[in-house]
T-cell receptor
Framework: KAGVTQTPRYLIKTRGQQVTLSCSPISGHRSVSWYQQTPGQGLQFLFEYFSETQRNKGNFPGRFSGRQFSNSRSEMNVSTLELGDSALYLC???????????????FGPGTRLTVT | GESVGLHLPTLSVQEGDNSIINCAYSNSASDYFIWYKQESGKGPQFIIDIRSNMDKRQGQRVTVLLNKTVKHLSLQIAATQPGDSAVYFCAEKNGQNFVFGPGTRLSVLP
């Protein structure tokens, strides 16, 4: 079974631009979560989607948004990029959200975004 | 590969020895915990989980211990191998979200 894939793997943008990152979950997984990882803050939760609906959202500004398609693929968008948005953006998929006994998140390799 | 954390605590262990990585969690109401391993250039990889109604859980070469009294989680790796070199995170399930610890870098010495 193929793992979680994320595209692109590396991206360089300038301040003020917007960016869209893509995530394809493991086949059969319907829950997709997005995380931002930086050296200073570690791994921080952005949002979670299940069946095309956003279930949970972390404490990030409205410039960060996402969506999920009917095939469970997900995209996240960051508008009006700031230097501080430079980070590794990780996507994780799981079969079901929120059920502790079944909750295993499988992470993709991430997209390294650099904002100059 | 990507740098997970520039100033992470580091644990250096001789190959073949046992490793113990510790994590303090924040919310006494957290009911589920996971340990992840992140190698350079890769996303975090699930290692083992434990629910709050358990004190100990064993996997292949790994054991997780949960002490709810002091909100402490530990990961024990038996017979540490070079391939175990990575950053290790704990995560607690806090409501619907996961909160991740800062991580510990494990370095295995030959």
């Amino acid at each position: 079974k193929a793992g979680v894939t994320q595209t692109p793997r590396y991206l360089i943008k300038t301040r003020g631009q917007q960016v869209t990152l893509s995530c394809s979950p493991i086949s059969g997984h319907r829950s997709v979560s997005w995380y931002q990882q930086t050296p200073g803050q570690g791994l921080q939760f952005l949002f979670e989607y299940f069946s095309e609906t956003q279930r949970n959202k972390g404490n990030f500004p409205g410039r960060f948004s996402g969506r999920q398609f009917s095939n469970s693929r997900s995209e996240m968008n960051v508008s009006t990029l700031e230097l501080g948005d430079s980070a590794l953006y990780l996507c994780a998929s799981s079969a079901q959200p929120g059920r502790a006994s079944l909750y295993e998140q499988y992470f993709g390799p991430g997209t390294r975004l650099t904002v100059t | 590969g990507e740098s997970v954390g520039l100033h992470l605590p580091t644990l250096s262990v001789q190959e073949g020895d046992n490793s113990i990585i510790n994590c303090a969690y924040s919310n006494s109401a957290s009911d589920y915990f996971i340990w992840y391993k992140q190698e350079s250039g890769k996303g975090p990889q699930f290692i083992i989980d434990i629910r709050s109604n358990m004190d100990k859980r064993q996997g292949q070469r790994v054991t997780v211990l949960l002490n709810k009294t002091v909100k402490h989680l530990s990961l024990q790796i038996a017979a540490t191998q070079p391939g175990d070199s990575a950053v290790y995170f704990c995560a607690e399930k806090n409501g619907q979200n996961f909160v991740f610890g800062p991580g510990t870098r494990l370095s295995v010495l030959p």
